[in-house]
T-cell receptor, first 111, second 117 residues
């Protein structure tokens, strides 16, 4: 089983839709979680960190489920500009500082 | 402030030649990472620096790949005797890093697109 897994998609949704992605991780010692966004032929950029209690940033909501070992990203009122690949990032506590990236979920928002 | 910068932005080289890729991290960021990304693929970890030392080189795909960092700042990734399978975008990222497991987000540079012909 891969350390971090994501459904590659693509998720094809109309403008205004609500869409959610999940990301599962295999190492229960994982402590830090992030969502990054990567536009086509661009570098990844931090979208938001994921906190234990869940957190919201405008139309974006991130949640962590430690029992089932997954994190989620919910996007409300999708915009055309939300079209991108969303990367899940997981880091274990202590030891190596290397985060593990998922391969990403592709989102296409159409008019 | 200035972000992570990388040079060159594009590099085309002939098979068998050596190339050097440069990364200039955000000032004050002690951690520096190199990744590569092939077309349509995820990020492949190559190497990580904490200060000038590289505690984890496990991701380097072969002994043709090496990296160094001097002065806790600029890093250079060198690929010797390039092969066509080395063609990819090479991304550098930096972050704050503290002992004890605290983790900060990474900031990526724009990447160097390497094409080996």
């Amino acid at each position: 089983r891969k350390e971090v897994e994501q459904d590659p998609g693509p998720f094809n949704v109309p403008e205004g839709a609500t869409v959610a992605f999940n990301c599962t991780y295999s190492n229960s010692a994982s402590q830090s979680f992030f969502w990054y966004r990567q536009d086509c032929r661009k570098e990844p950029k931090l979208l938001m960190s994921v906190y234990s209690s869940g957190n919201e940033d405008g139309r974006f909501t991130a949640q962590l489920n430690r029992a089932s070992q997954y994190i989620s990203l919910l996007i409300r009122d999708s915009k055309l500009s939300d079209s991108a690949t969303y990367l899940c990032v997981v880091k274990r506590t202590g030891g190596s500082y290397i985060p593990t990236f998922g391969r990403g979920t592709s989102l296409i928002v159409h008019p | 402030g200035a972000g992570v910068s990388q040079s060159p932005s594009n590099k085309v080289t002939e098979k068998g030649k050596d190339v050097e890729l440069r990364c200039d991290p955000i000032s004050g960021h002690t951690a520096l990472y190199w990744y590569r990304q092939s077309l349509g693929q995820g990020l492949e970890f190559l190497i990580y620096f904490q200060g000038n030392s590289a505690p984890d080189k496990s991701g380097l795909p072969s002994d043709r790949f090496s990296a160094e960092r001097t002065g806790g700042s600029v890093s250079t990734l060198t690929i010797q005797r390039t092969q066509q399978e080395d063609s990819a975008v090479y991304l550098c990222a930096s972050s704050l890093a503290l002992a004890g497991g605290s983790s900060y987000e990474q900031y990526f540079g724009p990447g160097t697109r390497l094409t080996v012909t």
